[in-house]
């Protein structure tokens, strides 16, 4: 088929576009070159965990904002108050990465995995919720609070690790209630009750937010364009994009 393909830029934006239709999708799927554009957008918004396509492109300049962060701010205190001040910071991708690196850095050096955790806390609340849909920011600020906690667990702060929960718990309510996010945040709260020496509490509560979560709706996380493609009557794309992966591995 002779068309010019989409970039996964160009195709972030078409998705989300007016004159995007589900008849034009299926035309786009076709396309064994557009087909792998679209697997790509899809490992972004995973990546990012997000799932309008229009955000994708963040995955791919999102080391650029970190760059930037860290090499026009000296100490901690001058980046919090430039993603606090400065909208340029004020984007998910940065967020994203503040919290995988945070991640990382969890075992090997927990103040500078809670100073990235609190960047991204920070980053996160003051998203854009006119851009980026509000109950994903809840989640993101949900996990970067979850993170927090669980450094100033490791770090033997049970009083802050308790606060950060507690952030985490809210924000959680006021998201997508993705079974990931809630598994995360139940088993640190089983984690900090052990840690306070309340073991038979921790195995309470942490078997009725298990049970609690089996009796709620867990969409496959694994696509988040599902979330996307929710609205559109396209059934065939995620075999074919299914079958492309099978091919290509
Ligand atoms: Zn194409």
Redesign the pocket.
């Known amino acids: 088929?002779r068309?010019?393909?989409?970039t996964p830029f160009s195709l972030s934006t078409y998705l989300c576009s007016e004159e995007c239709t589900s008849s034009l999708i299926d035309r786009?799927l076709l396309?064994?070159?557009?087909?792998r554009?679209l697997r790509t957008l899809s490992q972004w918004l995973v990546s990012l965990d997000h799932f309008e396509p229009l955000v994708a492109p963040e995955f791919a300049t999102r080391h650029e904002f970190f760059n930037r962060l860290f090499f026009e701010h000296e100490t901690h205190a001058e980046r919090l108050d430039a993603v606090s001040t400065d909208e340029i910071y004020q984007h998910w991708g940065l967020a994203s990465l503040l919290l995988e690196k945070a991640s990382h850095m969890k075992l090997a050096d927990s103040d500078s995995s809670r100073e990235l955790a609190e960047l991204a806390l920070k980053t996160a609340t003051l998203l854009d919720p006119a851009f980026y849909h509000p109950s994903w920011i809840a989640d993101l600020c949900a996990k970067a609070a979850a993170s927090l906690a669980e450094t100033s667990l490791a770090m033997g702060d049970l009083d802050d690790a308790r606060e950060n929960l507690l952030h985490a718990s809210d924000w959680q309510l006021a998201g997508t209630h993705r079974s990931r996010i809630r598994r995360r945040i139940a088993t640190l709260r089983a984690r900090i009750l052990r840690a306070q020496g309340w073991t038979d509490e921790a195995l309470d509560r942490l078997l009725r937010d298990l049970v609690e979560d089996e009796d709620k709706d867990g969409r496959d996380e694994g696509n988040l364009l599902l979330w996307f493609f929710g609205q559109w009557e396209v059934n065939d794309w995620q075999d074919l994009l299914q079958h492309d992966g099978n091919e290509a591995a």
């Not at 068309?3 to 989409?6: F, K, L, N, T």
């Not at 396309?31 to 087909?35: F, I, S, Y």
């Open positions: 088929m068309h010019q393909h989409y786009m396309c064994r070159e557009c087909r554009v």
